[in-house]
């Protein structure tokens, strides 16, 4: 079975401070991995995929198969960053995405 | 483009009542799906649709149909609204070629708040 656990529902950090939100995935194959965010009275977007090893907005995620996990960091976090946090699975040849329980990111000032 | 939009943002309805939420993409998706968002719980599959006159179950597809007569647009539909119906609801499309991880993406609507009494 496909599942996403993301274990924290809420996390809260100072401004500057790193931030890591955590996602673990169970999946037996190769899965592709995305991270989307909800910014406050927006809609839903990616903000990266695994695939492209990018860095969006000084955040990066790692694929560690060997933990099954891909966690999402930034080194300094920004009053900006506080928004809602979907990891999401894409299986091979699925035709869906499967969602974590979303991790909701506050950045105190 | 106006990308995915919803229709209505904010209904609020009695016990028993039925409604039915459009969705509609401009963006030639074939590829398109309906979320429930609640707190605690995540973002859950509703039912989805792989293309016009096509549809599936997700993960929690009781109490809900849809209909995709259209490519462009996406029903679902409340028969008889419950309580436990109470919740954002979310549509979503992309393309039909999901192996392409590199670009496959979905495009999210601005939701609907759904309130039931």
Excluded at chain 1, 12 to 30: D, I, Q, R, T
Aim: charged share 20%; glycine share 8%.
């Amino acid at each position: 079975a496909q599942r996403v656990t993301q274990p924290e529902k809420l996390l809260s950090v100072f401004k500057g401070a790193p931030v890591e939100l955590k996602c673990n995935y169970s999946y037996s194959g190769s899965p592709e991995l995305f991270w989307y965010v909800q910014y406050s009275r927006q809609r839903l977007q990616l903000l990266l995929r695994h695939i492209s090893r990018e860095s969006i907005k000084g955040f990066t995620a790692d694929l560690n198969k060997g933990e099954t996990s891909f966690h999402l960091k930034k080194p300094f976090a920004q009053e900006e960053d506080s928004a809602m946090y979907y990891c999401a699975l894409l299986g091979k040849g699925a035709q869906k995405l499967v969602f974590g329980q979303g991790t909701r990111l506050t950045i105190n000032p | 483009n106006a990308g995915v939009t919803q229709t209505p943002k904010f209904r609020v309805l009695k016990t028993g009542q039925s409604m039915t939420l459009l969705c509609a993409q401009d963006m030639n998706h074939e590829y398109m799906y309906w979320y429930r968002q609640d707190p605690g719980m995540g973002l859950r599959l509703i039912h989805y649709s792989v293309g016009e006159g096509t549809t599936a179950k997700g993960e929690v597809p009781d109490g809900y149909n849809v209909s995709r007569l259209k490519k462009q647009n996406f029903l679902l539909g409340l028969e008889s609204a419950a309580p436990s119906q109470t919740s954002v609801y979310f549509c979503a499309s992309s393309h039909d070629f999901p192996e392409l991880a590199g670009v496959y993406e979905q495009y999210f609507g601005p939701g609907t708040r759904l309130t039931v009494t």
